[in-house]
């Protein structure tokens, strides 16, 4: 007990002695995101995609000869916590930060940052708000934000749909709402505002609904446009299946999940999905082996754009010189690097240029990717 | 505005309000007997259709029939779920029968939230789809888009039910020994009438109603998680008090009132304002009957 005991002391002596003279050694970078609860499975590959590219570019001899270190933090995908995360960040000394994964946690997050002058790049936050406002320039995206999104929608519901009658319904949540508003005025834009036939939101979680699949049926829609997550939406699907409605359903990339296809099973089929496009070149193939031989899985949602947030950012680190925040803003704008979603730059809002999205199609149970 | 319009949001009104009315039976009854509103409740619906998945995925996986996977996932669902209520009343609700009117329902709201954790932590966090139980069959056609088949069978099982209890409450010794029981406690006790084993069988009883409710509920939505109680809880909960809370009557027509309106609002208004309308009439009701539809103003024991 004795001799343990001194030997705890004596590790922690080491420990605590070397711990600040390695710390002045690396470049620390923080990996902010939900990596508990409901929403880990789109924080976590975040994680794992940071790992994999500093593990890689650390064997390589680290950058500017420095290592690289990541530091982790949990927000839960909760504002509240990831005010929490932040500081605690920036408390531990991260020169810039990958992520948050949620809008609303980024949302909690990104002032503080700002505040510290920390540049922060999130693989999956979509409200436009965040790089179009201009409130934030430190803030970045790999991912397109809804407004493209809402193009997309609007533009295959319209064209390859050639939809007559639409009927756009929404979880009344922060997401779901505020895409399926910006699909409405999209459409309605471009002169269709009499194709509308209904506008409502649902109340999430709720026991059935069985009255507003009777309305839209009622009205005649052969389209319907969802806002929100796939929980609810695989129970309206199932629900207009029952009343054997032919209609078209599509909706954003909060359905495009695989769990949409596991819970609604052979309602699922024919639903369409926009998302991110899938990466096809050899560095997605290569950053997909790297994933598959560490985890023995294929990669999960936002991995590849995590991925490529890192490497741009290490790649802003080089050029820069430095992790000072102008140099650093302004490598990342001016620089374009290659990365599993293409050769990506970023604008002066802060958003990734030559990036894609995509229409999906559920067919034979799984998400294809549909070309025009 | 065409009658068939109207007929069809009336059935999708009318089969919701029976799936209330499984639910509420339980808390109506429970109140009536020990003025408790077990806020629980919802999360026995919520264990009996956890239970039917099991059953269902352990008994299509042996290759049974349709209907017998159907007849056995219910009777499985509604046993564990009935083992669930008898356990929660003896745990949580017995020991604290002489305490403050609110220490059990402080103890309920904690049951509630207890086992909402437990089925996530024991189970999973996940979305689980849920196999269609319910016979599907077509109707000849040009009535097969009113109603369907899972509607019908919800409405017909509902009503068996209902009769069913009905009569247990009317005609048996045990429902007799519930009336009892529910009219005044202590009278019932000095009569002879064992007052526990009765508390135990209403928990019982409604623990059964609300596993079929579950199981129907999940069967159509074909999707469940911990967390489906609560909404249904809190629907079943509104009709209790709106049909009177005590009075077994009036859960089922609160329910059925509570159903129609969400569907109604949802039909000709918007679905926007599903709850606030269903809310609004709870309010309304209360202002001008204070003790709900059916309910009685109970007089103050002395």
């Known amino acids: ?372 | 505005m065409s009658f068939e319009y109207f007929f069809e949001l009336f059935l999708g009104g009318l089969s919701r309000g029976s799936i209330y009315a499984l639910i509420a039976l339980g808390y109506t009854m429970v109140y009536g007997i020990i003025e408790l509103i077990n806020f629980a409740h919802g999360e026995i619906y919520m264990i009996g259709a956890f239970t039917a998945l099991i059953i269902a995925g352990i008994l299509t996986f042996l290759g049974l029939n349709h209907f017998a996977v159907f007849v056995i996932s219910i009777l499985a669902a509604v046993i564990w779920a009935s083992a669930y209520g008898f356990t929660i009343e003896k745990i949580a609700y017995k020991p604290l029968r002489k305490a403050p009117r609110l220490s059990p329902l402080i103890s309920a709201i904690g049951m509630s939230i207890f086992l909402q954790n437990y089925v996530l932590i024991a189970q999973t966090d996940k979305y689980l789809p849920f196999p269609s139980v319910i016979p599907e069959f077509e109707f000849w056609e040009p009535y097969s888009h009113i109603i369907g088949s899972v509607e019908l069978v919800i409405l017909v099982l509902t009503a068996v039910i209902m009769t069913a209890l009905t009569f247990l409450i009317k005609f048996t010794k045990i429902g007799k020994a519930m009336r009892a029981t529910a009219q005044d406690r202590t009278m019932a006790m000095l009569l002879g009438v064992s007052v526990n084993k009765i508390i135990s069988f209403t928990f019982i009883l409604g623990s059964f109603l609300a596993a079929v409710g579950g199981v129907l509920v999940a069967s159509q939505m074909g999707q469940i998680n911990f967390g489906i109680g609560f909404m249904a809880g809190i629907k079943a909960f509104t009709s209790a008090v709106l049909g009177g809370i005590g009075s077994i009557p009036g859960a089922v027509l609160g329910a059925i009132v509570l159903g129609l309106t969400e569907s109604f609002a949802t039909g000709y208004i918007s679905s926007d304002y599903q709850d606030v309308f269903a809310f609004a009439l709870l309010i309304l009701i209360l202002i001008f009957r204070p003790s709900g539809l059916l309910g009685r103003a109970t007089t103050q024991k002395v």
């Open chain 1, 1 to 372: 007990m004795k001799i343990n005991r001194k030997a705890v002391f004596a590790f922690a002596c080491i420990f605590m002695a070397s711990a600040p003279a390695f710390a002045a050694e690396t470049i620390k970078i923080g990996i902010g995101g939900a990596h508990s609860g409901d929403l880990a499975s789109y924080g976590l590959p975040t994680v794992k995609a940071a790992e994999l590219v500093v593990e890689e570019r650390n064997a390589a001899g680290g950058i500017l000869g420095k290592q690289i270190e990541l530091i982790k933090e949990d927000d839960a995908c909760k504002p509240e916590i990831a005010t929490n995360t932040a500081t605690k960040l920036i408390t531990s000394g991260v020169q810039a930060v990958i992520g948050h994964i949620c809008s609303g946690a980024t949302k909690a997050a990104i002032g503080i940052y700002k505040g510290s002058n920390l540049v922060c790049i999130s693989p999956s936050a979509t409200a436009p708000d965040f790089t179009l406002s201009g409130d934030y320039p430190n803030f970045f995206r790999t991912i397109s934000h809804d407004f493209l999104q809402a193009d997309l929608q609007a533009d295959f519901v319209l064209n390859n749909l050639k939809a007559q009658k639409i009927a756009i319904i929404h979880d009344k949540g922060e997401y779901g709402k505020g895409i399926a508003t910006i699909v409405k005025e999209k459409i309605e834009k471009a002169g269709f505002k009499d194709k509308i036939v209904v506008f409502e939101g649902v109340t999430s979680g709720a026991v059935d609904y069985a009255a507003i699949v009777q309305k839209i049926k009622h009205e005649k829609a052969d389209t319907i446009v969802w806002g929100g997550y796939h929980a609810d939406a695989s129970k309206i699907i199932k629900q207009i299946r029952q009343k054997k409605m032919q209609v078209n359903f599509i909706g954003p990339d909060g359905l495009k999940d695989e769990t949409f296809i596991q819970v609604a099973g052979a309602d699922a089929e024919g639903v369409y999905a926009s998302g991110p496009s899938t990466p096809k070149n050899s560095l997605a193939e290569k950053a997909r082996e790297q994933h598959i031989k560490k985890y023995g899985e294929e990669p999960g949602a936002f991995y590849y754009q995590a991925y490529s947030a890192t490497l741009a950012l290490l790649n802003a680190i080089q050029k820069a010189g430095s992790t000072d925040f102008a140099a650093l803003t302004k490598a990342l704008k001016s620089e374009s690097v290659d990365t599993p979603i293409g050769k990506i730059s970023f604008d002066k809002n802060g958003d990734a240029t030559g990036i894609s999205l995509s229409m999906y199609k559920v067919e034979k149970g799984k998400f294809v990717e549909q070309v025009k």
